[in-house]
């Protein structure tokens, strides 16, 4: 390096490399269409089977409170901290806060 300056450019361009890299290759191609390819979502019948799972798509009349107690009894929850989840106060205490809803987002 003769400077500074090239060093910095140089820097500036292996950095741009680096974090530009993974962003290109995660976002994939376009198909003939036009529009970015995506992979289907699991059907809906998959997340009511497995109460571990969780829904990739929010479901009609889902109540979250319901969906976080099946899940976390069935094992999501540690056995010593279930009881505490199904105690008297336990939906308002833990119930959103340990086992939220996440939504694959695409795009």
């Not at 571990?52 to 009609?60: E, G, K, R, Y």
């Amino acid at each position: 390096m003769k400077s500074r300056r090239d060093f910095v450019q140089h820097l500036a361009a292996t950095t741009g490399a680096v974090v530009l890299a993974p962003f290109v290759k995660a976002c994939g191609g376009a198909s003939a269409s036009g529009t970015a390819e995506s992979t289907p979502a699991a059907p809906a019948s998959t997340a009511e089977a497995d109460p571990m799972s969780i829904p990739q798509t929010l479901p009609a009349g889902w109540d979250p409170i319901a969906f976080n107690r099946a899940r976390g009894n069935a094992g999501a929850i540690p056995d010593s901290y279930r009881d505490d989840i199904n105690g008297p106060d336990g939906e308002t205490k833990h119930l959103g806060k340990h086992l939220p809803y996440f939504p694959a987002f695409e795009g």
